[in-house]
């Protein structure tokens, strides 16, 4: 069966600072990977999606980067967090078809 | 217009009532459609997919009204552990099948 890990699971850093997180799959092969956030209060934001290695696709423009070195492993980066960089931060990956997203457990990341 | 809306709530209800939510979506074309369930500080799970004939799971039943561009979902016999907050999820045709979240409703079982 598939799985998914993402960590850490909760991340305070200071502004200024970089980030790294990291989401691995298991059990599949070429999947379809994404990065969202969710703030305070507010929905899912898609940040990222990736349909291979060292395939990138942006939905917003941010401080934020995203990198897939592996099948199955995709990163998310930033080289200056900002305070507005705060919320909860999911990877998924979509199985084939019409079927629905499987979330990683998530990092909370607070900058302060 | 925001692609799906969702009422968020809180609704609060008694142990044993029955609770309704609604989600409408403004894409005619969107191809499918979830409900996701996410508990506090914690990643949302598929609740369950929605069918266009409708479809039932245990207390749990989806619908899908494309004319009206809504899905539904009806808690039967609510539970304290039904507490969390619903995702309608719907998802487009496209490159990647692009996935839109709603807002979340928020539910509240009361004993």
């Known amino acids: 069966s598939q799985t998914i890990h993402q960590w850490p699971a909760t991340l305070v850093q200071p502004v200024g600072s970089p980030l790294s997180l990291e989401c691995t799959v298991e059990?599949?092969?070429?999947?379809?990977l994404y990065w969202y956030r969710q703030a305070a209060g507010r929905g899912l934001q898609l940040l990222f999606y990736?349909?291979?290695?060292?395939?990138i696709s942006s939905e917003v423009p941010q401080n934020l980067s995203a990198s897939r070195p592996q099948d199955r492993q995709f990163i998310l980066s930033s080289k200056k967090l900002l305070l507005s960089d705060s919320g909860f931060y999911l990877c998924?990956?979509?199985?084939?078809?019409?079927?629905?997203?499987?979330f990683g457990s998530g990092t909370r990341l607070t900058v302060v | 217009r925001k692609e799906v809306e969702q009422d968020p709530g809180p609704f609060n209800v008694p142990e044993g009532a029955t609770v309704a939510f609604n989600c409408t979506y403004s894409?005619?074309?969107?191809?499918?459609f979830f409900w996701y369930r996410q508990d506090c500080r914690k990643e949302p799970k598929l609740l369950m997919s929605?069918?266009?004939s409708g479809n039932e799971d245990g207390r749990f039943t989806a619908q899908l009204n494309r004319a009206s561009q809504y899905i539904s979902l009806l808690i039967r016999d609510s539970k304290l552990s039904d507490s969390a907050t619903y995702l309608c999820?719907?998802?487009?045709?496209?490159?990647?099948?692009?996935?839109?979240f709603g807002i979340g409703t928020k539910l509240q079982v009361i004993p």
């Open positions: 990736s349909v291979g290695i060292g395939q």
């Open positions: 998924a990956w979509k199985g084939p078809g019409t079927s629905g997203y499987t």
């Open positions: 929605v069918y266009s």
């Open positions: 059990g599949t092969s070429n999947p379809n």
């Open positions: 999820v719907v998802m487009n045709s496209g490159g990647y099948q692009k996935v839109t």
């Open positions: 894409n005619s074309a969107s191809q499918s």
